[in-house]
């Protein structure tokens, strides 16, 4: 019979809580952080196609970094990085990673932020799939 909240609050024992009574000290199970993880992603990628729909037409590694980011950051957020933004639509990916680098985000995350640029660098050192070789 427990009602529902959205937002973490402590019970009457001073527990915090979640959801429907989910007494958040107990920890969660894989499969239901996985399922929350694969819900945010999916609300993430939608923020993107609303406000940046370009993004599915990038790169498979563009389009990675991009994920993370938002998954990460949120689109309240992402949504600040105009010049990570205008380089990506220029299909400029070693501009798009400057910005990367030269941005809070970059000294909070660390390392994880140092891989997201080498992926995103690394869609500028590709060849084509146009040049044909031999």
């Known amino acids: 019979d427990e ?21 958040l000290e107990e920890g969660i199970s894989r499969a239901a952080a996985e399922f929350l993880l694969r819900e945010k992603m999916i609300e993430g990628f939608q923020e993107l196609d609303r406000h940046k729909p ?19 950051l949120g689109w309240p957020r992402f949504s600040q990085f105009k010049k990570f933004w205008k380089a990506l639509e220029a299909h400029d990916y070693l501009g798009a990673a400057e910005e990367m680098i030269d941005s809070r985000w970059y000294r909070q995350v660390k390392e994880r932020g140092e891989r997201l640029v080498s992926l995103m660098q690394s869609v500028a050192i590709q060849p084509t799939e146009s040049v044909k070789m031999g």
């Open 3 to 23: 009602g529902f909240s959205a937002t973490m609050y402590q019970d009457t024992e001073q527990i915090w809580t979640i959801g429907y009574g989910y007494n």
């Open 54 to 72: 370009f993004w599915r037409a990038l790169p498979r590694p563009a389009k990675m970094v991009v994920g993370s980011m938002q998954y990460n």
